[in-house]
C-alpha cells in the first residue's frame, strides 16, 4: 500500500501553493505554454542514496526503495556570528501539505537518544515511518547545501557589519536594508517562539487596547515597560523589572495581558496555551531560561506569591545581571552560561521587599533598584468609557488574546528605517534618556538608589515618546508623562527611608505647631502669656526653627534624632555653623551664652520628597 493513501484508497490532495510554477519551452497544441509546477526542494542536492519526491523520502538498498518519511530536506547550513554553533535549516511539508522551515542546531542529529529532533519534526506534521528514525537521522546528516546563514540563539539585537540594525523575531527579521540571510535557531525549547507572533492589525491594537488605556495611567505604563525592553542595550543599562502589587481583583493581570499585546499572545495564561505571560512558579534556572527566550523583549510573570524560591532576593539579583550560572554538561565540561538583556513586569499580591522579608532576609538597595515595587491602592482601572470597570476589563481582555503582537515590530520598524545605524540610535537614546531623567527628578535630594530608578522609569517614558511620535501609541505625550509620573510617585512614596519619613514628621510638626510652641525671638521681650509645651523657638531674622532636644525628639515621629538630622543636612534643610556638628550655636532669649540646637530652616515647609512635577 502506497504510504501516502488514506484507508479508502484515496491519496491526499498536495497543497502546491508553495511550489514554484514555471512555462515549458515547448508550446502545446493551442499554441501556448504549458505550465509546469517545480517542487519547492528544486534544485537541492538529494543526498547518495536517497531520492526525494512529493510523496517523500525513499531509501535505496540495492535494487530495493524503502520509504522512511515524507517530504522533508535541507536548505541551508547556519553558524552563529563567531562561527560556531553550526546549524541546520530544514524544510518539509505536513500531513496536510503545507510547507514548514525552522533551523535545528547540528548537534540534533548526533543526539544519544536519537529522539529530539525526530519527535519535534513528527509532532510538527511530518510522516516518518516507525522504525525509521536512524535512517532520517543519517539522511539528514549526509546533506551538505552550500548556503549558509547566520543563526541566533536567541531573539533581539544582533551583531552586523558598519553596525547596521538588525532584530531578530522567531519568524522575522527586521532590518534597514538587505542583509546576510539570518534565521532564529533556539538551541533549547522557546516558549517566546510559540507566543511572539502576531495577529490582527496595527489599527485594530490601538483600537482596542492602545486607547482604552490611554486615561488609564497603570496599564498605560505596562504598555510603556513593553517598548521599552529594546531600548535598554542602546541606553547601556542592565536588564530591570517592575511589579504591581495590591490586593486581588485589581487589574493587575489585565495589565500584564495589555503589555503583553505589544510583542505577542496577550491571552489569559489560565485559558491561552500560547500566551506570552509566564507563570512565577518556577524554578530559578526555568526563569533564567525564560529570561534567556525574552532577550531585548519584554518578560511578563505573573503572580509573584507563587514562586517557591526560599531567598528571592538572589532570584531578583539573578535576573536582573543578564547572566545565568555556570553549569557542567554530562561530560563535566564547562558549558556556556545563558545571557540576556530584558525589561520584566510581574504582578502579585505582596511586594517584591515583602517577598524578600519573607525568607528571612534583608532588602538591600540592590534589590530594590532592580526590581521595582509600584503599589496599587484601590484599582488599575479608573477611566472605563461608560462602561462598568468588570465590562471593561473583561472586554480589554479578550482584545488582548485577539489583536496582539504588531505593536513591537511596529516600534523596532521605526527604530531601525528612523536611525541610520546602531551609533546614531544609541546617541539618540543617551541623549533623549538624560533628558528624560532630568524632567523626572524630585526637587529635593535623593539617594544614588532613587537616582537609578528614576532613570529606568525615564527609559520608559522615552519609549512612550517615542512611541506616540512613531505613530503607534494613539494618545499624547501629556498622558504619557502623567502615566510615568504617576507610578513614579507611587515607588518614591512608598520606598522613603525611615530618615526622610522622620523629616516629612518634622515638617508637619512645624505646620501644625509653628505660632504655638515656638516662641518669636523677635518679641521674646512683649510676650506676656506662658507657652504651654515649649518646642523652641522662631528666628525671623534668619527664619530658622530652633528646636529643643526633646522637641525634636518627638517631631521625628518616632526616628532617631540623629538620623532625621543627617538626613535634613543632605537635604541642605539643617543650618550649621559649628563644623560638622548637626547642632547650631544659637544665642536664645534669658540665656548669656550661646548653646547648640537642632536648627532647621524654614524651606523645609515646602518639603517633598516624592514631587516631580
Known amino acids: 500500500m502506497d504510504p501516502f493513501e488514506f484507508l479508502d484508497g484515496t491519496a491526499p490532495e498536495l497543497n502546491t501553493a508553495c511550489w514554484e510554477s514555471v512555462a515549458n519551452e515547448s508550446p502545446d497544441e493551442g499554441g501556448l505554454n504549458n505550465v509546469e509546477y517545480l517542487p519547492p526542494w528544486h534544485g537541492t542536492d538529494i543526498p547518495q542514496g536517497y531520492e526525494l519526491s512529493e510523496r517523500g ?118 532590518s534597514r536594508a538587505e542583509t546576510e540571510g539570518i534565521i532564529f535557531q533556539p538551541e533549547r525549547h522557546s516558549p517566546s517562539a510559540l507566543s511572539l507572533h502576531g495577529r490582527g492589525t496595527l489599527d485594530e491594537w490601538k483600537y482596542k487596547i492602545a486607547a482604552p488605556c490611554a486615561d488609564n495611567p497603570i496599564l498605560l505604563l505596562s504598555e510603556l515597560i513593553g517598548f521599552a525592553s529594546p531600548l535598554l542595550k542602546f541606553a547601556d543599562m542592565d536588564s530591570c523589572g517592575f511589579h504591581i502589587h495590591g490586593s486581588s481583583s485589581q487589574g493587575k493581570t489585565t495589565a500584564l495581558q495589555v503589555a503583553a499585546s505589544v510583542w505577542g499572545n496577550g491571552g489569559d495564561p489560565g485559558s491561552s496555551p500560547d500566551s506570552y505571560i509566564q507563570r512565577w512558579n518556577s524554578t530559578a534556572n526555568a526563569l533564567e531560561a525564560l529570561a534567556a527566550a525574552h532577550n531585548d523583549n519584554l518578560l511578563a510573570l505573573d503572580e509573584m506569591g507563587t514562586c517557591d524560591a526560599h531567598d528571592f532576593g538572589n532570584v531578583v539579583y539573578n535576573l536582573a545581571g543578564g547572566k545565568g550560572r555556570n553549569r557542567l554538561s554530562k561530560d563535566a565540561s564547562l558549558q556556556a552560561s545563558r545571557q540576556w538583556r530584558s525589561m520584566f513586569l510581574s504582578s502579585g499580591e505582596i511586594s517584591v521587599q515583602q517577598k524578600i522579608a519573607e525568607g528571612g532576609k534583608t532588602v538591600k538597595g540592590g534589590q530594590v533598584n532592580r526590581m521595582i515595587d509600584i503599589p496599587v ?175 525634636f525628639q518627638r517631631a521625628s515621629g518616632g526616628n532617631q534624632a540623629i538620623d532625621v538630622a543627617t538626613e535634613l543636612r543632605q537635604q541642605g534643610l539643617l543650618f550649621m555653623n559649628d563644623g560638622t556638628r548637626l547642632k547650631a550655636k544659637k544665642q536664645i532669649p534669658g540665656r548669656a551664652e550661646r548653646s547648640r540646637f537642632y536648627t532647621v530652616k524654614a524651606e523645609i515647609l515646602d518639603y517633598d520628597a516624592t514631587a516631580t512635577d
Open 377 to 551: 491602592v484601590n484599582s488599575i482601572i479608573h477611566e472605563t468609557r461608560g462602561q462598568t470597570p468588570q465590562r471593561f476589563a473583561d472586554d480589554l481582555k479578550r482584545a488582548a488574546g485577539e489583536c496582539y503582537g504588531v505593536a513591537g515590530p511596529a516600534f523596532i520598524q521605526k527604530l531601525v528605517t528612523e536611525n541610520a545605524d546602531a551609533n546614531v540610535l544609541r546617541h539618540m537614546v543617551r541623549q533623549r534618556l538624560d533628558e528624560c531623567t532630568e524632567a523626572l527628578l524630585p526637587k529635593t535630594k535623593i539617594s544614588q538608589v532613587q537616582h537609578r530608578v528614576i532613570r529606568r522609569f525615564a527609559l520608559v517614558l522615552l519609549a512612550g515618546y517615542l512611541a506616540v511620535e512613531y505613530g503607534i501609541l494613539p494618545c499624547s505625550k501629556a498622558q504619557i508623562e502623567h502615566a510615568v509620573k504617576t507610578s513614579l510617585n507611587a515607588w518614591l512614596q512608598s520606598s522613603v527611608s525611615e530618615s526622610v519619613r522622620g523629616v516629612l514628621a518634622v515638617r508637619d510638626f512645624i505646620s501644625r505647631h509653628q505660632e504655638s510652641k515656638f516662641l518669636d525671638m523677635a518679641n521674646a521681650g512683649k510676650v506676656r502669656h506662658q507657652i504651654s509645651d515649649l518646642a523652641g523657638y522662631w528666628d525671623p531674622k534668619d527664619n530658622h526653627f530652633i528646636f529643643t532636644e526633646e522637641a
Open 57 to 174: 523520502v525513499l531509501k535505496i538498498i540495492g535494487d530495493n526503495e524503502k520509504w522512511i518519511c515524507g517530504p522533508v530536506w535541507e536548505v541551508s547550513k547556519t553558524r552563529d556570528y563567531e562561527g560556531q554553533q553550526w546549524g541546520t535549516v530544514l524544510c518539509w511539508i505536513d500531513y496536510d501539505g503545507n510547507l514548514k522551515t525552522e533551523a535545528f542546531p547540528v548537534s540534533k542529529l548526533h543526539d544519544g537518544k536519537n529522539g529530539s529532533i525526530i519527535a519535534h519534526l513528527a509532532s510538527r506534521g511530518l510522516h516518518i515511518v516507525p522504525g525509521c528514525d536512524k535512517s532520517l537521522l543519517e539522511y539528514l546528516g549526509l546533506f551538505n547545501q552550500g548556503k549558509r546563514m547566520r543563526s541566533t540563539s536567541q531573539t533581539g539585537w544582533v551583531p552586523a557589519r558598519d553596525n547596521c540594525l538588525i532584530y531578530v523575531l522567531p519568524g522575522k527579521i527586521i
